[in-house]
T-cell receptor
Framework: AQTVTQSQPEMSVQEAETVTLSCTYD???????LFWYKQPPSRQMILVIR??????QNATENRFSVNFQKAAKSFSLKISDSQLGDAAMYFC???????????FGKGTLLTVNP | DTGVSQDPRHKITKRGQNVTFRCDPI?????LYWYRQTLGQGPEFLTY????????KSRLLSDRFSAERPKGSFSTLEIQRTEQGDSAMYLC???????????FGNGTRLTVT
């Protein structure tokens, strides 16, 4: 079984600043994957970034990067140079290596202030 | 690639009525998922298909819920005798069997009055 916890229901950031969203997880599997999804007001869930647990190097996608701390079971998302279009609900999710099912956290609502 | 399509976008129904939602996945994706999302919560897994075979069902999927994917392409999710607690966003997602992320549709928002 997998659980994902996002302890920040809401966060805000000034445009062009950096913000970090927190996520912790628990899993009994040795092989697993972690994801951050973005859900804007238009509702479609969009993949932001993903991390394979066996990789020590933190994933990076343009302005988005993660801090993956495997021993602490922590997977935070850093958004640099925040833009107004980054405003959305962000969900952390995990999937076991042998299981195609995603388990989501409750989400963090990010507001970007101009 | 037209993305995952869900129909309708919104559905308002009276308690006790039956409703059916449709999902058209990305054409080359053989995995299809249904999730339910209530206000302030993350999506919760309901069921999963690989091609036409329904391989896993959540305990959330009571006997009033049924999902089909008859030809391994589109899928339908039916809720019989709807209850107010069924009000939620129903999300469909599709993917390939390899190590690839899921693609989500825009969802169907169900309101049971």
């Amino acid at each position: 079984a997998q659980t994902v916890t996002q302890s920040q229901p809401e966060m805000s950031v000034q445009e062009a600043e950096t913000v970090t969203l927190s996520c912790t997880y628990d899993t009994s599997e040795s092989d697993y994957y972690l994801f951050w999804y973005k859900q804007p007001p238009s509702r479609q869930m969009i993949l932001v970034i993903r991390q394979e647990a066996y990789k020590q190097q933190n994933a990076t996608e343009n302005r988005f990067s993660v801090n993956f701390q495997k021993a602490a079971k922590s997977f935070s998302l850093k958004i640099s140079d925040s833009q107004l279009g980054d405003a959305a609900m962000y969900f952390c999710a995990s999937r076991g290596g042998s299981n195609y099912k995603l388990t989501f956290g409750k989400g963090t609502l990010l507001t970007v202030n101009p | 690639d037209t993305g995952v399509s869900q129909d309708p976008r919104h559905k308002i129904t009276k308690r006790g009525q039956n409703v059916t939602f449709r999902c058209d996945p990305i054409s080359e994706h053989n995995r299809l998922y249904w999730y339910r999302q209530t206000l302030g919560q993350g999506p919760e897994f309901l069921t999963y298909f690989q091609n036409e075979a329904q391989l896993e069902k959540s305990r959330l999927l009571s006997d009033r819920f049924s999902a089909e994917r008859p030809k391994g392409s589109f899928s339908t999710l039916e809720i019989q005798r709807t209850e107010q607690g069924d009000s939620a966003m129903y999300l469909c997602a599709s993917g390939t069997p390899y190590n690839s992320p899921l693609h989500f549709g825009n969802g169907t928002r169900l309101t049971v009055t």
